[in-house]
Antibody, heavy 120, light 111 residues
């Protein structure tokens, strides 16, 4: 059974860097895209970006200048770093496995989510 | 402002049929890109309901179905049950942004 276990640092101050990691259980990283999605309080889901097993990345244009994703295939985890955070980055962050069918990527396995709060 | 537009809320009585719409544009749904649907219950991770526009995910009852027409897609739920009360999100690919995009979500209330 495929499972994603995610973790990351606690509350952040503005301008700090958010760092989250998602460990993959039950499947190889190969053949899938590994995604990060967030949900701000009272808002909908927002795609942050994704990375495949080769390290190819796609980032949301609105976050691209601050986002870095990486992965470690031997340790089976992938990570998100978001720099220069502000209160607007306060959200519930999810990692997810994305299945690719041509241009279409759908998220079939999700982590439980990590709450990130940015406050001075 | 989400790239895909969903009505904020919809409601129905147990046993009824409801539909949730997802309106996009020519750079996403209108270009033929597939639409996927998720059910999001409070305090849980989103759950894949429908993928590649019409295919039910494993374990999803056939009360759930979806379709696409032009620049819009819709999710239909028949025989509404109390456990269906949740937020529902559509997702597709947008060629202008070159990323996956989500709708703003629709809150389903079972009366």
């Amino acid at each position: 059974q495929v499972q994603l276990q995610q973790w990351g640092a606690g509350p952040l101050r503005p301008s700090q860097t958010l760092s989250l990691t998602c460990e993959v259980y039950g499947v190889s990283l190969s053949g899938y895209y590994w995604s990060w999605i967030r949900q701000s309080p009272g808002k909908g889901l927002e795609f942050i970006g994704e990375i495949n097993h080769r390290g190819d990345t796609t980032y949301s244009p609105s976050l691209e200048s601050r986002v870095t994703m990486s992965l470690d295939t031997s340790r089976k985890y992938f990570s998100l770093r978001l720099s220069s955070v502000s209160a607007a980055d306060t959200a519930l962050y999810y990692c997810a496995r994305a299945v690719a069918d041509k241009w279409s990527h759908y998220m079939d396995v999700w982590g439980k989510g990590t709450t990130v709060t940015v406050s001075s | 402002q989400s790239v895909l537009t969903q009505s904020p809320s919809v409601s129905g009585a147990p046993g009824q049929r409801v539909t949730i719409s997802c309106t996009g544009s020519t750079s996403n749904i209108g270009s033929g890109y597939d639409v996927h649907w998720y059910q999001h219950l409070p305090e849980t991770a989103p759950k894949l309901l429908i993928y590649l526009t019409t295919i039910r995910a494993s374990g999803v009852p056939d009360r759930f179905s979806a379709s696409r027409s032009g620049t819009s897609a819709s999710l239909a739920i028949t025989g509404l049950q109390a456990e269906d009360e949740a937020d529902y999100y559509c997702q597709s690919y947008d060629s202008s942004l070159s990323i996956s995009v989500f709708g703003g979500g629709t809150k389903l209330t079972v009366l």
